[in-house]
């Protein structure tokens, strides 16, 4: 190991090939964030390089400045080496399960700047990958903590916890800090009444969602039909508090945040409607 070789943790985040054997990388590590690297016969050194270098893996690497003494940000570096560092049998060996941790790949990848750390997008990345290695089957639940943490890590979450405006509690919530696991009042007492999965009781106005205003509405703050709306049963998921069956209509949940996550990133991800369809199976996947 050479004076400025550096040992990495990471996930390949984009691959490209060049020449005969050649691959340029993007990885996101955990020590110094999303680095593209040159693996010089990247697609031929089963020994140098495991796993075909394949995405959703979590490995361990060796990079090294590609000139010598040029380590600045911006420059690629070169791969000496990775291996995998954890196996993941269940996740490589089923279609679907890459698919989804593919659009895992993009979403974070596309919130990671180059060469600046962000550990906590990494452990997120992590965890979901794990998730996906489960034999049981992700939920919509799972699909939707792992966005809502990658958006509040990158700081660009909406707000769904209270009005925009006015900054009343959302239907179905405490006032102040409160929400704790196991802290559900009775249905009504706060807001609007919620009651389960149909919440959009006929009681009172609904509220909406408005990726104008950067979250949620309330009524007297204008929601207007053409809204979305708010289901209160979503407090629970929104709070990782929700151990019973998920609302049945949690996919909703997932679709509003769609245009949300487009208009954040300014780009579509084409994959993202494949996971909709994905989840939406009634068998294990
Ligand atoms: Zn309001």
């Known amino acids: 190991m050479a004076a400025n070789d550096l040992a990495v943790t990471a996930f390949v985040v984009r691959r490209v090939t060049t020449g005969e054997s050649d691959l340029v990388l993007s990885l996101l590590t955990r020590e110094r964030g999303k680095i593209d690297v040159y693996a010089r016969a990247g697609r031929k050194s089963r020994r140098r390089f495991q796993a075909g270098l394949s995405p959703c893996l979590l490995f361990q690497g060796m990079i090294a400045p590609s000139r010598r003494g040029s380590s600045r940000p911006g420059s690629l570096w070169s791969l000496e080496e990775m291996i995998v560092a954890r196996p993941a049998a269940v996740l490589t060996s089923r279609p679907s399960r890459m698919v989804v941790g593919q659009y895992a790949t993009e979403l974070v990848r596309e919130f990671c700047p180059p060469e600046v ?3 906590e997008l990494f452990q997120h990345l992590d965890d979901f990958f794990v998730r996906l290695d489960q034999p049981r089957s992700p939920s919509w639940r799972d699909w939707f903590a792992f966005e809502w943490s990658v958006l509040t890590a990158a700081g660009v979450a909406p707000e769904l916890r209270a009005c925009v405006l006015c900054r009343r509690p959302s239907p179905g919530r405490r006032p102040s800090p409160g929400n704790l696991p196991g802290s559900r009042e009775p249905s009504g007492a706060y807001g609007e009444p919620s009651g389960g999965s149909r919440g959009r009781s006929a009681a009172g106005p609904s ?8 979250g949620l509405v309330c009524p007297s703050c204008g929601q207007s039909p053409a809204m979305p709306v708010w289901n209160p049963a979503w407090n629970d998921i929104l709070d990782g508090t929700g151990s019973g069956p998920e609302p049945e209509d949690t996919p909703a949940l997932l679709a509003l ?4 996550i487009f208009q954040v990133l300014n780009r579509k991800l084409y994959a993202r409607g494949l996971c909709r369809s994905i989840f939406s199976s009634s068998t294990e996947w």
């Open 207 to 214: 509220w909406g969602f408005s990726e104008a205003a950067g």
């Open 117 to 119: 750390p962000e550990p």
């Open 257 to 260: 945040l769609e245009p949300w």
